[in-house]
């Protein structure tokens, strides 16, 4: 209980610290970027009123305040290039980026965990090396080339799908779905290799420790060994991974929405910092850092679920 | 007579590597009978451990039996598929390990590691009645609470617990056989013989056989009552425990015997004196030439030769080297808060000593007494201390337990000798490889080994390199830590021959620390004995291990099996 | 002992890869067949054949001369980032590692909290602040590799200075900074190694990525990434223009993360 508070605190604190890092980080931001936005021609009273409105007025931490609780009430300023509130422009585009992931994720856990398994447990035999040889592969590809080469395989020759014909959510979901396997695979892919890889070199690992002899020497058979004994164990190491496999997948995703051209988050913060338009990017990047600190707050709770160790401590 | 419950025929285990194959085991053959406890006595890498693999089939991947027969009432073991090889693991034939720490699963807790094996062995049993079952085994392994230890997962629990918990898993199904790897090795010394004691009871009350696996004589002679002696893969010697005591056949367990230094083999000799004339046989004892004198004397003879010995070679002037007055060391704790002041925690209490010059002082006491820890204060590493510590020389420089921490793995031999000379400063370069060379030879080191790396160096021969840069800068305090405990038993009695010779030809004062109190007794002229941070006894080394005055040292040396 | 030459054979391909790659790039530095930037308009869009061994792109420029010219872009980037990170990263890890206390427990939570991230939306971050083009890149994942070489370095200091040996030292009477660099730093040579490889590799890919979404290399410079987000437009017709320059990223990634294998 004492862990969980210490962590939930942890968060909280963390939160307050991204949030501010992220906020001061577009303060310096060279030039007035009222000025920027108006142009040289506007008047000393517009640019006053564009300067209040976008919270240039006051101290850093005022102004942090000020922000902070704008935030929290769901005002992130307007778009300077959509020139809409960039509430809207998020709300929009996050769907699509959470459901990218969320099959990102999926995929990655389906393809690495049965294959490092089976790799484990074949340690230098045949299958081993195949699976061997599809990791090495796997992680050496950037994913933007993996969706590349994916849009020419399924796409142009095989024609499974018509690239750039993106349907959302909202008119046809299974067309979506079926969509969105292109570039969630070319996402997960990589990452899948990763954690492939990790998984079977932790029940290597764990396969050689102590316990697994004696469990042996109670008479258990292979199989249970690596089921009842080894996989907790193993897995252990392979959770802290997985958090920063999930933070590396919404990252991804940024490229990958250009390659696709699904109109994300990511599309939309590629679009942001190349025309300049700090308010976008800003909250794109909070809201990258507030998932990926939550995110490791969930691996931290499971893994006094996992690990015993952690418990009392 | 019955037939033996275990027959070990010819057996031959080997590494496959490519076509070579490197044999572990050269046609090991034994029995083992109904109700005996049978020890298997040899050092490391003689096969011991391999061959109780073997019988459990337990052997990893690239080592396999490459001929012979393991014969289980009347089953050929080595011959058995796996699954059937599983149903005697555990059931019949169990095993306990060296290492307690790391033997149990981290993350299941006690109570379902030991029902698994009635899970496995036993699966008709009630779950009720696995509980009560459990519950039994952990009270009769000695574990008190057994309730709430059910419950507990392995690091809650110290080594000896676990150790326990073991003994009480490998019990539960009452098995016929028990193979305990080195069972107390790596426990303390006053806990080493709790469990012996425990081994032997259940060995008592069930008729379980065991076989007890250990590099150490003292154990083996402590429960069992006949013996193997294992040497490069091969049973040199085989016997009841009193006949390879006293009438050693082999050269190698003579030298066995022979490296057990101190009081035991002093014991053991005069048992073998005692036999001797009391059964008439004129039989030769062949001991190393040195010795022969010592053994035909009684103890205390003995003592006053050893004694006249030392005088002559310590200084005349008893003048102090070292004087510690009322030291207190601390210990940081690890805190892991980034402003949380540093917690301090005395782990020596008021200590006070001095060494003479020349002098041999030694420091016995049990890990976690703090031994290392006043070592440390004395050197300088350690500044956490209040008290006074006066040195009248030099820095003391300081040889560690382990050769393979002590010496920077990156550098060559000569770089480590050299160093001390290079931080000291005013030797040329051609004086520096002239002194390396000079200390190389002092260490019984050859010349060429100076251009090795560590890794190529055997443990007996990295401790000589530790030596050798202790003693190269002249410094005529050597504070030595454990200085022989993870080297070989042969090995051992080369080192300390080392040092006695250093000693003489240097003319240094030793502060000589070891939980080995026949090691103590060989080399120290005095001794302080540690017990929780506290020296509790000072005295002769001779008058402590014959007249300790505080309980503390009596018990100690009742462990002294 | 079977691992042992598993590893060892992953080790000989991974060399034999990287050789390879680097002779190409090396060639480059001195020959291209075609002036990686010469448009030929009699020339676009050609297939892999004689006169254009890996083809020509929409504007007629020949797509070997650029992959040579674009991987040593991309390299010279990554070359410079593993610098600055692994040359900033074991100073600030031997510090914060030898010596502990508060600032090490700072700059270590701030370190884990970089860490956390990853490195390309870091990036991303400090150019969309400073900027594109080729040094900014290198500047942004400099900084942003510290906090990795930093890490390896320090952890490796706090075990390896508990050691004997350096206890040792002390008693012999050496200074902490030579300690710190002549006793303790070979020791993490191995570790650091491997950290330069992946290192490298991460570089590779984060340059790769940025160019890709055109935040990294501008043009006229050609680098690997870019060459790949001017050709999907064009995927098409001429596919070779990212199959070739993709193909070079793959390969280098591959053969670096093999050596690391041992």
């Not at chain 1, 007025?57 to 300077?80: A, E, H």
């Not at chain 2, 057996?11 to 490519?18: H, Q």
């Not at chain 2, 070679?313 to 102090?320: I, M, P, S």
């Not at chain 2, 540093?342 to 200590?351: F, I, Q, S």
Request: aromatic letters at 8%.
């Amino acid at each position: 209980m004492k862990y969980t508070l210490k962590k939930v605190l942890t968060l909280v604190l963390t939160l307050l610290i991204v949030s501010f890092l992220t906020f001061i980080a577009f303060q310096v931001v060279p030039g007035d970027s009222a000025v920027t936005q108006l142009g040289t021609n506007a008047t000393e009273e517009n640019i006053e009123a564009l300067r209040e409105a976008m919270n240039l007025n006051g101290n850093v931490l005022v102004r942090y305040g000020r922000w902070l609780s704008r935030v929290f009430t769901g005002d992130f300023g307007i778009s300077s290039q959509y020139k809409i509130p960039v509430s809207s422009l998020i709300l929009e585009r996050m769907p699509v980026t959470i459901w990218l992931a969320a099959l990102s994720f999926s995929f990655i856990l389906v393809l690495s965990i049965p294959f490092g398994i089976m790799a484990a447990k074949k340690e230098g035999e045949g299958v081993d090396r195949i699976i061997s040889f599809f990791t090495h592969t796997g992680m050496g590809i950037p994913p933007f080339f993996l969706g590349i080469i994916i849009t020419l395989l399924f796409g142009f020759i095989l024609k499974w799908f018509t690239p750039g014909s993106y349907i959302g959510p909202k008119e046809n979901f299974g067309l979506f779905l079926g969509y969105m396997i292109y570039p969630a695979l070319a996402n997960a892919i990589p990452k899948a290799a990763m954690v492939l890889k990790f998984l079977r070199s932790s029940i290597i690992r764990q396969l050689q420790m102590d316990y697994v002899r004696t469990a042996r020497s109670k008479g258990n058979l292979e199989n249970p060994i690596l089921y009842k004994h080894v996989l907790k164990n193993a897995f252990i190491p392979v959770l802290t991974f997985i958090g920063m496999i999930i933070a590396d997948t919404l990252a991804g995703s940024i490229a990958i929405e250009q390659v696709f051209s699904l109109p994300g988050l990511g599309r939309l913060l590629v679009m942001a910092i190349s025309n300049r338009d700090y308010a976008v990017v800003q909250v794109i990047v909070l809201y990258i850092a507030a998932t990926i600190v939550v995110i490791n707050f969930i691996v931290d709770m499971l893994y006094q679920w996992i690990d015993p160790r952690v418990r009392v401590k | 007579m019955n037939h033996p419950l275990i027959k070990v025929k010819d057996v031959t285990i080997g590494f496959r590597d490519k076509g070579n194959v490197s044999k572990v085991t050269d046609k090991v053959s034994f029995q083992l009978e109904k109700g005996e406890i049978l020890g298997v006595v040899g050092e490391s890498g003689s096969g011991k451990t391999m061959t109780a693999l073997a019988i459990m089939g337990l052997l990893s991947k690239d080592a396999e039996v490459l001929e012979g027969s393991i014969l289980f009432e009347h089953k050929d073991l080595l011959k058995l598929k796996q699954e059937e090889l599983r149903k005697i693991n555990g059931n019949q034939i169990s095993m306990i390990f060296q290492e307690p720490m790391t033997s149990l699963n981290p993350v299941i807790t006690i109570g379902h590691q030991i029902e698994e094996m009635l899970l496995l062995h036993e699966p008709e049993l009630h779950s009720d009645e696995r509980k009560k079952r459990v519950l039994e085994a952990l009270q009769e392994a000695d574990l008190k609470d057994p309730e709430s230890l059910f419950y507990k997962y392995p690091h809650q629990l110290s080594g000896g617990m676990r150790q326990r918990v073991m003994i009480a898993m490998a019990m539960i199904c009452s098995p016929k056989v028990l193979i305990a790897d080195e069972p107390t090795t790596a426990l303390d010394v006053t806990i080493q013989a709790k469990i012996l004691k425990l081994i032997k009871k259940l060995n008592k009350d069930h008729g379980t056989s065991v076989i007890l696996i250990s590099h150490d004589l003292g154990v083996i002679k402590s429960i069992c009552k006949r013996a193997l002696v294992m040497q490069d893969g091969k049973i040199v010697e085989e016997g009841t425990v009193e006949e390879i005591f006293s009438d050693p056949v082999k050269d190698y367990t003579k030298k066995l015997l022979a490296a057990m230094p101190g009081r035991e083999k002093k014991k053991l000799y005069n048992e073998a004196a005692e036999k001797e004339t009391y059964q008439g046989h004129s039989k030769k004892l062949e001991v190393e030439s040195t010795k022969k004198a010592e053994r035909d004397c009684t103890e205390a003879e003995t003592e006053a030769k050893r004694k006249s010995e030392i005088k002559e070679v310590r200084n005349t002037d008893e003048v102090t080297i070292l004087e510690v007055h009322h030291l207190d060391v601390f210990y940081e704790e690890n805190v892991k808060k980034v402003f949380a002041k540093k917690k301090l925690k005395k782990v020596v209490n008021k200590v006070s000593l001095s060494v003479k010059y020349g002098e041999v002082l030694g420091i016995v006491g049990e890990s976690g007494s703090g031994k290392s820890t006043l070592a440390k204060a004395i050197t300088g590493l350690i500044k956490d201390v209040s008290g006074e510590i006066k040195l009248k020389d030099k820095k003391p420089q300081m040889v560690f337990q382990d050769p393979y921490g002590s010496l920077n793995p990156a550098k060559k031999v000569s770089w480590i000798l050299e160093e001390p000379l290079r931080i000291a400063g005013g030797y040329t370069r051609q004086e520096r490889k002239e002194k390396v060379l000079q200390i190389l030879k002092e260490v019984g080191l050859k010349e060429k080994l100076g251009e090795r790396y560590l890794s190529q160096l055997s443990g007996g021969q990295r401790q000589r390199v530790a030596i050798g840069a202790a003693i190269i800068q002249n410094s005529r305090l050597i504070v030595l830590d454990e200085p022989v405990s993870a080297l070989d038993v042969t090995v051992q009695a080369q080192i300390l021959e080392l040092l006695k010779k250093l000693r003489e030809e240097h003319d240094l004062s030793y502060l000589f620390i070891s939980h080995d109190l026949n090691v103590i007794y060989q080399m120290c002229d005095r001794v302080c004995v540690m017990y929780q941070g506290e020296i509790v006894e000072t005295a002769d080394a001779w008058d402590l291990f014959h007249q300790p005055n505080h309980p503390y040292s009596k018990k100690l040396l009742e462990t002294m099996v | 002992m079977k691992n042992k030459k598993i590893n060892n054979l992953n080790f000989k391909i991974g060399i034999s890869i990287i050789s390879l790659v680097l002779l190409f790039i090396i060639i480059g530095l001195f020959y291209t067949p075609y002036d990686p930037n010469a448009m030929d308009g009699t020339a676009k869009n050609m297939a892999p054949g004689f006169t254009h061994l890996f083809g020509t792109d929409n504007f007629g420029r020949d797509v070997l001369s650029r992959v040579m010219e674009g991987g040593r872009t991309t390299f010279f980037v990554a070359l410079l980032t593993v610098a600055i990170g692994a040359f900033f990263g074991t100073l600030v890890g031997a510090f914060t590692g030898y010596y502990g206390g508060w600032l090490d427990e700072i700059l270590m939570r701030i370190n884990d909290g970089v860490a956390s991230f990853p490195s390309i939306l870091l990036a991303l971050i400090v150019v969309s602040l400073i900027g594109p083009g080729k040094y900014n890149v290198i500047i942004a994942l400099g900084i942003i590799f510290i906090p990795s070489f930093a890490r390896v370095v320090r952890s490796e200091y706090i075990t390896l200075k508990e050691r004997d040996f350096v206890k040792n030292a002390k008693l012999m009477g050496a200074s902490d900074l030579r300690i710190m660099f002549v006793h303790i730093l070979p020791n993490t040579k191995a570790i650091l190694l491997s950290s330069l490889t992946i290192g490298f590799n991460n570089a590779v890919l984060a340059e790769a990525g940025m160019s890709y979404l055109q935040l990294g290399v501008q043009p006229p410079d050609p680098s690997l990434g870019r060459m790949l987000s001017e050709a999907q437009s064009y995927m098409f017709m001429s596919p070779w223009c990212a199959i070739f320059p993709g193909i070079m990223i793959v390969l280098s990634v591959i053969g670096f993360s093999l050596i690391n294998e041992r």
